[in-house]
């Protein structure tokens, strides 16, 4: 039976570019998305031309009902789930004097409690079969800060922070959770930022160039497979050299 694997977030950006990079590499994908229904199945039709078994869920997932039916619907689907990819993010930039109370809590609704209401429902599926891998998408915002990202900083540093804690909780049980910190990578997201900051982010960065979704693919295809099996509890840095 093929290996599957939930994204969540996978409508475009960095979440697309794993969906399709993980069903052409075997897996049964399990593509969600939230407000986007023609970009998701434009990617399903994409995955589908890899991986025939693959799927569409719809949720918001810093509401704990969504995700519960998200997962109600691949357990009825595929009965396991081997990988959870929560890719899920968003931004509502300002600097902090500015920044409304709901902006601050939106960004950590999604980004921070959407990662942990999708890894605790994968949990109860993963610690039936006694193992699994998680995947988080952190940033490298939430290990350096950055200006007019308070909101957005404070989330990613909290998934670090649960990255740790579940990997501490779920070693025994076989269960890797690890999280991937993304630098300047060119998506919708970073295609909002001006010329100006992009021209400044380019000059802290070695390698001189912006990440591409492939990078990111590339990253979470290797935590997943089996070559990473002693890896846990642990931030990858994917940024070009931007953070050392
Ligand atoms: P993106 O292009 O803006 O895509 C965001 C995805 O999140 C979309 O698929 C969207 O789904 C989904 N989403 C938004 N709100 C949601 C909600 N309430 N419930 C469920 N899904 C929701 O973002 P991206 O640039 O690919 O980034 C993906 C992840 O990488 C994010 O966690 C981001 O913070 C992180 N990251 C990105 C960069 C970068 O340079 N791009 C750098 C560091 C970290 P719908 O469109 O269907 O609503």
């Given amino acids: 039976m093929n290996k599957n694997v939930l994204v969540t977030g996978a409508s475009r950006g960095i979440g697309k570019a794993i969906a399709i990079c993980f069903a052409k590499n075997g897996y049964d994908v399990i593509v969600h998305y939230n407000g986007s229904q023609q970009a998701a199945l434009d990617t399903l039709e994409q995955v589908k031309q890899y991986s025939s078994n693959s799927t569409l869920v719809q949720g ?3 509401r704990q009902e969504d995700v519960q039916q998200m997962f109600k619907v691949i357990k009825e689907t595929y009965g396991k789930l081997d990988v959870l990819i929560n890719n899920s993010g968003i931004t509502k930039d300002n600097l902090c004097l500015r920044m409304s109370e709901q902006d601050f809590m939106d960004v950590m609704e999604v980004n921070c ?4 209401l999708c890894s605790k429902e994968a949990s109860k599926l993963m610690i039936r079969k006694k ?3 998680m995947i988080n998408m952190a940033s490298v915002v939430g290990l350096c800060g950055n200006v007019g990202q308070t909101n957005y900083a ?3 540093a909290a998934v670090i922070g649960f990255t740790k804690s579940l990997a501490k909780e779920l070693g025994l049980r076989h269960i890797r959770v690890n999280a991937i910190a993304p630098g300047f990578i060119q998506t919708q997201m970073t295609d909002q930022l001006s010329e100006e900051v992009k021209k400044q982010m380019l000059s802290q960065i070695p390698l001189q160039e912006f990440g591409t979704v492939e990078d990111i693919a590339q990253c979470a295809l290797f935590l997943a497979s089996e070559n990473a099996k002693y890896i846990t509890g642990q931030v990858i840095q994917v940024n070009g050299g931007m953070l050392m």
């Fill in 154 to 156: 404070a989330s990613k």
């Fill in 113 to 116: 409690k959407g990662t942990f």
């Fill in 131 to 133: 193992s699994g891998c």
């Fill in 60 to 62: 918001n997932v810093s």
